[in-house]
């Protein structure tokens, strides 16, 4: 790798309104009780990490479309002008098709995808990413609109690009 060239890890995860519902701590012998909106609406989040800074670019949308996925590539370039980026994700339909190919084509070279095998999340550091998130906005939380949970989820990823060691930790790399 060149000084200029960085390095991606990338995947999408789905925010649901449904609160996740894990295991807290309540008064002895009294139930916690966790509100539900009754019906499940739900937006994804897709998103890529540089492993080395720790700087998150996450992008919030009502679907996970090939279009989404190529507005992702697109953020990514235009974030490193120079210099090449590698890529890693994994093989799911979305990555992949004319639309992807096109990207590739105008990039000129400077954009290397590199898919993991199918079927095989550990491989992946940015589902440590995903799952700390998880953990701290939506467990056992019901926010009064699919608005709010958007909200909260981009103050999180704004508020984890001022901690990159933070990330890194998470990611595994400590480096920084």
């Avoid at 609160?19 to 701590?25: E, K």
């Avoid at 090939?66 to 235009?78: A, F, G, N, T, W």
């Amino acid at each position: 790798m060149k000084a200029d060239d960085v390095f991606y890890y990338a995947d999408e995860f789905n925010l649901n309104w449904l609160p996740d519902l894990r295991a807290i701590w309540g008064p002895k012998g009294q139930q916690v009780m966790i509100p539900t909106p009754r019906q499940n609406r739900k937006w994804f989040g897709i998103g890529a990490v540089n492993y080395y800074t720790g700087e998150t670019v996450v992008l919030f949308r009502p679907h996970k479309r090939r279009q989404d996925i190529l507005q992702l590539l697109q953020d990514l370039l235009e974030k490193h002008p120079v210099g090449r980026i590698f890529l890693v994700w994994d093989n799911v339909s979305t990555h992949c098709g004319s639309l992807i190919d096109d990207c590739l084509a105008l990039a000129d070279g400077r954009l290397i995808l590199l898919y993991l095998p199918t079927y095989s999340p550990w491989l992946n550091p940015i589902e440590r990413l995903w799952r700390e998130f998880r953990r701290q906005v939506t467990h056992c939380e019901l926010f009064e609109s699919l608005h709010d949970l958007v909200e909260a989820a981009k103050a999180c990823f704004r508020r984890w690009n001022t901690m990159p060691l933070l990330v890194c930790s998470l990611l595994g790399h400590l480096s920084v």
